[in-house]
């Protein structure tokens, strides 16, 4: 009995949830296996082993290159086929769960999406539903039991096993490769909201584009990045790829600053994975005041310069 993560990768480049997924492989007490495949494949294998990975199975076949989820999906099946896991577990990231689907579809067997806490068998769990609104009570009946972890749900711990990678190859129909990634279009550099350590952000209070300019400040002392709410990309202050929430960025910051917000349910679920939570608000009865860690009861617009001040004198 063994559990297989399947390890979602870009060229090579393995992200966090990768990490997170062989994490939470570990709480079955089973080996925990690795699943790769595609362009780069041999480079992501090379990471794995640090986070527990005891063997890396590299699917190998002609007609599987840059990402395609039809072309993985066949790909990483096969390895499911030939390995008999009792588990199979990614990270529920939009490419995490298409490729457990394209898996679960292929060998007609359930799937559970999302799961916050799983039993040890896997075959109960919850699930987080509706942008983490609602959790759902599920059970899991089936011989080889598919399930991912909602993003941030576990976090991602090292664990050094040897690593051994294994080539498998597998039959991939040239046709299968339907949807294919033809360019990539780079909107931001360096770390990004969902990476950053420190997240500010600014709710419709902030007022205008400009007056984000105090916050970008804030966020450049603190090494980290400029978030906002929707009522901010509504009125097209900031661009959409800056909003934290259930349809935006979901976040997992050693600390969130949420200025000038207040914390509907649709923005909370993207910053409630937040380490530490700081509202400043105006007014004390502001759901994210009521459910931060801490919170400055003022005027955003002396209260985040004032902060700018203080870390820059502690800095020196
Ligand atoms: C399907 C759906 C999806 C959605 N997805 C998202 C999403 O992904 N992300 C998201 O953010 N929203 C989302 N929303 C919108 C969400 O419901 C809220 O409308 C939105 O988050 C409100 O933004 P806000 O907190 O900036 O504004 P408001 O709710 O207007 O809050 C402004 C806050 O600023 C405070 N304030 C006022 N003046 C000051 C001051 N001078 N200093 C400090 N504080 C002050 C007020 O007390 C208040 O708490 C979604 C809504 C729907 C229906």
């Not at 033809?182 to 997240?199: F, M, N, Q, Y």
Request: negative net charge; charged residues 20%.
């Amino acid at each position: 009995m063994t559990v297989l993560v399947i390890i979602e990768h870009d060229r090579g480049n393995v992200p966090e949830a990768a990490f997170e997924a062989l994490t939470a492989a570990r709480q079955f007490g089973l080996p925990v296996e690795a699943a790769v495949t595609g362009e780069g494949a041999a480079d992501a294998a090379a990471s794995l082993g640090a986070y527990g990975a005891e063997t890396i199975h590299h699917a190998t076949a002609d007609a599987v290159g840059d990402y395609s989820p039809e072309a993985w999906g066949q790909a990483l099946a096969g390895v499911v086929e030939a390995t008999s896991p009792s588990i199979v577990l990614s990270v529920g990231t939009d490419r995490g769960n298409e490729l457990m689907a394209q898996i679960a579809a292929r060998m007609d067997l359930p799937f559970v999406a999302n799961c916050v806490e799983v039993s040890d068998d896997a075959s109960s769990m919850t699930r987080s539903q509706w942008g983490g609104a609602l959790h759902e009570e599920t059970t899991l009946d089936a011989d080889t039991k598919l399930l991912s972890f909602a993003p941030h749900a576990v976090e991602a711990t090292e664990s050094a096993a040897v690593g051994t990678v294994v080539d498998v190859a597998v039959d991939v129909d040239e046709s299968l490769a339907r949807t294919m990634i033809k360019d990539r279009v780079v909107l931001s550099e360096g770390i990004t909201l969902s990476t950053a350590p420190v997240v500010v952000s600014g709710g419709r209070a902030v007022g205008s584009e400009e007056a984000f300019a105090p916050l970008e400040e804030l966020a450049g002392e603190l090494g980290g990045k400029v978030g906002c709410s929707r009522a901010v990309t509504n009125n097209g202050w900031r661009p959409h790829s800056d909003q934290v929430g259930q349809t935006g960025t979901r976040i997992a910051p050693t600390i969130y600053i949420a200025s000038g917000i207040s914390g509907a349910t649709q923005h909370w679920v993207g910053a409630m994975g937040s380490k530490n939570i700081l509202a400043i608000n105006t007014d004390p009865e502001a759901n994210m005041v009521v459910k931060a860690g801490w919170a400055v009861l003022g005027d955003l617009h002396e209260v985040i310069p004032a902060i700018t001040e203080e870390v820059r004198k502690r800095k020196g």
